[in-house]
């Protein structure tokens, strides 16, 4: 009798031809989530199955699993060789004595005579057989159901339970993606959001030393390991943007500052997603929820890139957007109380309905701002987040 | 490095390297057990009682060693027996391990009174004498303020305190006093008194509570019944045996010590320009520490600037990031210019002349270079 667990992939059964492509990244991406657990990694017969692990390390395997974009849900199971009696006699020893149950088979052995049906009434009678009278059948409202799949490998598997996990496609299936993160609530939620659609996270971070701290850095850094939990590996790219916002403050009218940053942090955002091969850009926006992000606002810093601006948080509620990030655990890093970028210079009343013109004449008074941006890139800092 | 914000932390001396090496390599063992060698370790904690007691002129009492100032002041003001519902007076500018305990008190049935202070955080002694009445059980006021360096007249308060109520109890947090400033424990008449090693020169970790003979403490935290059962957990003998040689060693400096940092501070405040930093501190405020307001400039911000000159100063509570923290920096009153500004330079004895004038110079030139992006 060996313990196992039983993979079950969400979307990814819906695919044809390349289905082969996403179920090996899956398998990739499990076993880095696994990395550092002795597992063995079985994918047979459409199904994956994670075999051969400590038993002590099953609780440690099973959180990692429920985090791994692609898993619909997953289950574990024991591992016995195929023989009615013993299974029979395994189950009756290992579930409930008490309440209602029903038991349920899955043949694909089809060597073997009887029907699922028959195999189901049989083990269910010698359960209740040796239960003492407190145990019921109920096909329909059982509080337990003994699942067991005989397999065309001479073996067959019991499960016990049944984990829903995180759903969605394995992470790099669609490409790169470029997450503009900024410290609060909602960046990490969305780049969640896009990790979960396949995306591989990549991210910027605008940072203001000495008007914004090391505490803030280090809290982004926080930010990217708690998604990398779910996205995988994120490569963190912090910009340097204190002489930007300089310029910005001397040469245009303060209610622009912020509209006219955003405009800075999209192009070099879109400059280094191209160097890092992301083909598209992520934002926490959500429409109306602060002046910089009213429709004109977006308008008006979406215009200087050409890539597609993915916004997975445009038409939630703030408290939907909370609700998930307290879920995927960022909400109490996210809420600690460092100043970001955005902060700083922050005008008493900014534009709420900025014109693209008006943003363009702005920005031209910035003699040097091609330099500007050229400076902030060359002195990039790379910081690989991973839990 | 030039590290300015000795009222957070101070460097360990090298003594307690040696101190430390005595007792975690050879004299490592638990001083609750029965063989010779822990009774050694057991007799040196008790000597290290007494030395501290003798540092403080403390006659008679008892001295409950504590992981932090911290704790002590938890002990302190949650240990104490008083009777239900009564009135505490603390002050308005105590640190937050005083303010968040008495609210924790508040929340079981207490009534917290607080003492008004004037604008560097000293209380008031007409207004104590005020507020002070028959129902107050307890009164906790610091002795040096963490945030200016006022120092309370402690006598003179415990003094009106046991006047009007002669069984009141009075503590005083004397964290950022002990070392530096000569504490008479007979001569100031309180009851119990709150010290943290690492805030001179010993390691972090070790802090101990200063209780007169006729007090009875009640523990808040619940074990093998050591420090006579009042503060339960095997003893940080390291942390007390460094935090004892320490007080001892600086006891014998406090006034020479005192003189040089009081110079240090006054060529300081000196060079400051009048025009763009407000000195809170007062003259009659601890030399160690002084704080000071910018005009236009954030604190926070010059506290990063500065760092790649290394040099390091403290924001206090002030800082703007601890967006609950605006207690303390309102009782200065300054004005709306300057409210963001505030930065606290703290000293110890090591600091030199050629640190202060480099600071100055540092802080002037970035001073100037932050004016200029004053927010809008």
Not at chain 1, 17 to 25: V, Y
Not at chain 1, 76 to 85: E, H, N, S, W
Not at chain 2, 238 to 247: E, P, R, T, V
Not at chain 2, 270 to 283: E, I
Request: aromatic share 8%; charged share 25%; net charge neutral.
């Amino acid at each position: 009798m060996e313990r196992t667990i039983l993979i079950r992939i969400g979307e990814i059964f819906l695919k044809g031809n390349n289905k082969r492509f996403f179920t090996s990244l899956l398998k990739k991406n499990i076993n880095v989530a696994l990395e550092n657990y002795q597992h063995t990694f079985v994918n047979s017969q459409n199904r994956m199955y994670i075999e051969n692990y400590k038993e002590s390390e099953e609780c440690e395997i099973l959180d990692k699993l429920q985090k791994v974009f692609g898993i619909y849900s997953i289950s574990t199971a024991v591992k016995i060789p195929t023989d009615l009696d013993e299974i029979a006699k395994l189950c009756a020893e290992i579930f409930p004595k008490k309440g209602t149950f029903r038991v349920t088979i899955n043949r694909a052995d089809k060597t073997i005579p009887k029907k699922s049906t028959e195999i189901a009434s049989d083990i269910g009678g010698y359960m209740l057989e040796k239960a003492n009278g407190e145990l019921k059948v109920d096909l329909f409202n059982y509080e337990f159901e003994v699942s067991i799949d005989i397999r065309e490998s001479s073996y067959s598997y019991i499960f016990f339970n049944r984990l829903l996990c995180s759903g969605g496609l394995p992470v790099g299936c669609s490409g790169n993606g470029m997450l503009l993160l900024s410290g609060g609530i909602d960046s990490p939620v969305a780049g969640y959001m896009m990790a979960k659609r396949g995306l591989k996270l990549y991210a910027v971070h605008y940072h203001s030393f000495p008007y914004t701290s090391e505490q803030a850095k280090e809290k982004v850094i926080e930010l990217a390991n708690r998604m990398s939990e779910y996205s995988g590996e994120v490569t963190l790219l912090v910009v340097p943007f204190t002489n930007i916002q300089y310029a910005i403050k001397q040469n245009c009218p303060i209610e622009y500052m912020i509209t006219i940053m955003r405009r800075f942090m999209m192009k070099i955002a879109e400059r280094l997603a191209k160097e890092n091969s992301c083909g598209a850009l992520i934002t926490g926006e959500n429409l109306g929820q602060v002046a910089s992000q009213t429709m004109e606002s977006i308008n008006v810093t979406n215009s200087v890139v050409k890539m597609p601006v993915f916004r997975p948080l445009i038409g939630f509620d703030k408290a939907e957007i909370i609700e998930k990030a307290i879920k995927m655990d960022t909400f109490k890093t996210s809420i600690l109380p460092f100043e970001d970028c955005c902060t700083v210079f922050l005008p008493k009343n900014p534009v709420i309905k900025p014109k693209i013109n008006t943003a363009i004449e702005y920005e031209n008074q910035i003699e040097d701002r091609d330099n500007l941006i050229e400076e902030a890139i060359k002195n990039v800092e790379t910081i690989i987040c991973k839990r | 490095m030039i590290f300015l914000d000795n009222a957070s932390t101070t460097i360990v001396d090298k003594d307690c390297q040696e101190i430390c090496n005595k007792y975690y390599f050879e004299e490592f063992y638990n001083p609750s057990a029965m063989y010779h060698s822990s009774i050694v370790v057991k007799n040196s904690i008790n000597d290290a009682r007494k030395t501290i007691l003798k540092a403080l002129h403390a006659n008679d009492g008892d001295i409950i060693f504590t992981a932090s100032g911290s704790e002590a002041n938890n002990l302190a003001l949650l240990g104490t027996k008083k009777q239900k519902g009564s009135k505490i007076i603390i002050s308005a500018s105590e640190h937050p391990a005083i303010y968040n305990t008495a609210l924790e008190l508040k929340q079981r049935g207490y009534e917290i009174v607080e003492a008004e202070v004037d604008l560097v955080g000293r209380v008031k002694i007409d207004e104590f004498a005020k507020i002070m009445d028959k129902d107050v059980s307890m009164v906790s006021i610091m002795y040096v303020n963490n945030e200016t360096g006022c120092i309370n007249d402690i006598k003179k308060l415990c003094e009106i305190a046991k006047s009007i109520n002669p069984n009141v109890i009075f503590h005083t947090d004397a964290i950022q006093a002990t070392a530096k400033i000569d504490i008479n424990i007979r001569n100031l008449g309180i009851d119990l008194l709150s010290m943290s090693g690492h805030k001179f020169h010993s390691p972090k970790g070790i802090g101990a509570l200063y209780v007169t003979r006729n007090i009875n403490l009640r523990p808040i935290i619940f074990g093998g019944g050591q420090e006579n059962g009042i503060r339960s957990a095997t003893e940080n003998v390291a942390g007390i045996m460094c935090m004892a040689h320490q007080l001892d060693k600086l006891s014998r400096k406090i006034e020479s010590n005192y003189n040089q940092v009081k110079s240090l501070k006054n060529s300081l405040v000196q060079n400051l320009d009048k025009n763009n930093y407000f000195v809170v501190s007062d003259d009659d405020c601890s030399p160690y520490i002084l704080c000071v307001a910018m005009k236009f400039v954030r604190g926070e911000v010059m506290l990063h600037s500065l760092e790649k000159y290394g040099i390091m100063i403290g924001t206090g509570s002030a800082c703007s990031s601890q967006k609950s923290s605006k207690r303390i920096p309102r009782l200065f009153q300054l004005l709306p210019e300057y409210e963001k500004g505030i930065i606290r330079v703290s000293f110890d004895d090591k600091t030199t002349k050629e640190d202060i004038e480099y600071f100055i110079k540092q802080l002037n030139l970035e001073y100037s270079l932050l004016v200029k992006y004053m927010r809008g």
